[in-house]
Structure formats: C-alpha cells, structure tokens
C-alpha cells in the first residue's frame, strides 16, 4: 500500500478553517493524506467551529489549536494556506513541499456583523461546507489555479 501523502492546513489562529480542513480531510480523504493542522498565531478552537462540524457529525471538539512552530521538522508533502495572513506568514518548508493557497472566508469576522446566533452560525455553516468542497476535490484541487 501507498504511504500516505502528509498535508498541513495553515491559517492564523488553528481555531475554525484549518480546523475543519484536517477534519474534513481524515473523514473523507484518510486513505490519501494524513491530515495536520496549525497556525501561525494559535488560540483556542471556535465554539461556533466545533458546533458547525457537528451538525454534520464530525466532533472536533477534542482538536487542539497548534503553532504551526511546534510541528518541528516535520515534512509534509503539501502545506495549504487558508487565509491571506497566513500565506503571508507561512514559515519556510523544503523544496519537495507544494505550497497551495486557498482562501476562505474567516467565520468569526464575518459574524462580527450579524445581529443574532443563528445569521452567526450561517457563515460557519458557508465555509464547513466550502471547505468540504475543497476537500473532496482532492488531490486535484492541489493543482496550480
């Protein structure tokens, strides 16, 4: 069998996005990649986050929120970016990984705006599900856009 190809989704806080990238990944690419996620400046996963994936059963309730820093020097395959910030930051990696950058939008910010809990959580709702796109295009949504 294949050995897995290792894949890190990278934004700025590992609390929403990257998040449900990695669980998205594991649930419906694990016989391809061995998904990771982290971020360039981490902070506790997004209650919202955990309650979006959950609603379509995935519990990322038990993720914890790493500094891309703390993966030391691990390989990965592919490093995919999810958010400006964190293209812009993204550390160094060999020459062999294949950086890919995919924006979405940043679920918290939006909600920023909203007036109730439930405008709120359709803008989780928008990404879990743009994200899951995302993911069940693989591998050949890692090609150059």
Not at 4 to 14: P, Q
Not at 49 to 68: C, N, P
Request: hydrophobic share 40%; net charge negative; charged share 30%.
């Amino acid at each position: 069998m294949a050995e897995k190809a290792k894949i890190l989704f990278l934004c700025t806080g590992n609390s929403c996005r990257s998040q449900m990238a990695e669980a998205w990944t594991r649930r419906l690419q694990g016989e391809q990649f061995e998904a990771y996620s982290a971020g360039v400046q981490p902070k506790a996963i997004d209650p919202r986050a955990i309650k979006a994936m959950a609603e379509v059963g995935l519990d990322i309730s038990g993720q914890k929120s790493r500094d891309v820093d703390a993966l030391g020097n691990m390989e990965f395959d592919y490093v995919v970016t999810l958010c400006d910030n964190a293209r812009e930051s993204c550390p160094y990696f060999p020459a062999k990984t294949k950086l890919i950058h995919r924006g979405f939008d940043d679920p918290p910010r939006v909600a920023e705006w909203v007036v109730n809990e439930e405008e709120a959580m359709a803008s989780y709702r928008r990404v879990r599900d743009e994200i899951k796109a995302f993911v069940e295009s693989l591998p050949e949504g890692l090609m150059p856009e």
